[in-house]
């Protein structure tokens, strides 16, 4: 039988199955392969630079720059240049996420260099033609826009203690063990999310929320915290909503410290605002989060960790939460 390469389906549903701990066998088996091609597809198409994490849209884009590559000319074709933009965007990295990972992936090839305000234009470029480019990017503006932010009463939580409280070592991210915490809403009644964001790392965990009862919620933080090794429970920061009024509990079943930001004080809990928005990017605001599955948040959530961030050197919060691409 003849070698032939994965399709760009195949490609995306090898991502999905590797993300649920399928072997190469039965994998190979699902998609009607040969164990060895899925085996060659992994070695030729898994970047080391993320430990040799498989995401299907950008095999896609390097079997494709390869296709296109004229033997005899330099590595870093435009082609395989623009072919590694569109897989960023795909992937749904901001401008400068791709151009930064670019410089890590390919450290002594200029010719796979290109900066964010580049990406940008010609992203609005293209906007300005009737393309629609630009929806890849995280607020899918055709210009830069600062939102409003609009503020609401905060009830006071009995016994809360103060983020000026909290120990300094948490602050300068110095540690791991240290989290972030908050509520993705869907529509009026319509379910939430609960997210928890480790400060050093950036590294989200996030699971459906059924029951926002301060009981329900308080179960499910939780589970999540005691599903982490003893090091990585230290500290935990929350805003005021009255949902985390019965944050005690949450102390006594996991051993955490809890401490609360000051009120209208988003800023004190970055890490956990920004990477909400991310998440808004795969469940955008009046959601009903009641008809999401645990199977599509667990993917979304693999992928924001499998994202590469500015303030951690274009790594990825998977890389410095397992340990690949070098110490902080």
């Known amino acids: 039988m003849s070698y032939t390469q994965l399709t760009s389906d195949e490609r995306h549903s090898l991502y ?15 998609l009607s392969r040969d164990p060895s091609t899925i085996s060659r597809e992994l070695r030729r198409n898994a970047p080391p630079a993320v430990g040799h994490v498989y995401i299907g849209s950008v095999a896609q884009a390097k079997a494709i720059a390869r296709r296109r590559r004229p033997r005899h000319k330099r590595r870093g074709s435009h082609a395989e240049l623009q072919a590694a933009i569109a897989a960023g965007l795909d992937r749904k ?27 940008y234009a010609s992203l609005y470029a293209d906007a300005r033609a009737g393309g629609t480019r630009y929806l890849a990017l995280r607020r899918q503006h055709r210009k830069r826009r600062r939102q409003p932010r609009f503020l609401k009463a905060r009830s006071r939580i009995p016994g809360r203690v103060s983020i000026a409280e909290r ?11 240290d989290w972030e915490g908050d509520l993705v809403m869907g529509a ?3 379910g939430a999310v609960v ?21 329900g919620l308080n179960r499910r933080v939780s589970g999540l915290l005691k599903a982490m090794p ?10 005021n909503g009255s949902e985390f009024a019965r944050f005690k509990t949450i102390e006594e079943a996991t051993g955490i410290s809890v401490f609360f930001a000051d009120p209208y004080s988003a800023w004190q809990r970055g890490s956990n605002e ?9 469940f955008p605001k009046g959601c009903d989060f009641r008809a999401v599955s645990s199977r599509s948040l667990a993917k979304a959530v693999a992928a924001i960790n499998h994202r590469p961030r500015k303030c951690l050197g274009y790594r990825t919060p998977h890389e410095v939460r397992f340990g690949f691409g070098g110490a902080l």
């Open 93 to 119: 990295w901001s401008p400068e996420q791709i151009a930064g990972r670019l410089k890590l992936d390919f450290p002594d090839d200029t010719a796979m260099r290109v900066s964010p305000e580049t990406i």
């Open 274 to 282: 920004n990477t909400n928005g991310l998440l808004r990017q795969y």
């Open 230 to 239: 003893a090091g990585w429970r230290r500290t935990l920061t929350l805003d």
């Open 167 to 177: 120990p300094a070592c948490v602050q300068d991210r110095s540690r791991f063990g």
């Open 195 to 215: 997210t928890l964001v480790e400060r050093k790392s950036r590294f989200l965990l996030a699971r459906p929320l059924a029951d926002k009862t301060a009981d």
């Open 188 to 190: 009026k009644a319509c």
């Open 16 to 30: 999905h199955l590797l993300l649920m701990g399928l072997s190469l066998r039965a994998i190979a088996r699902k």
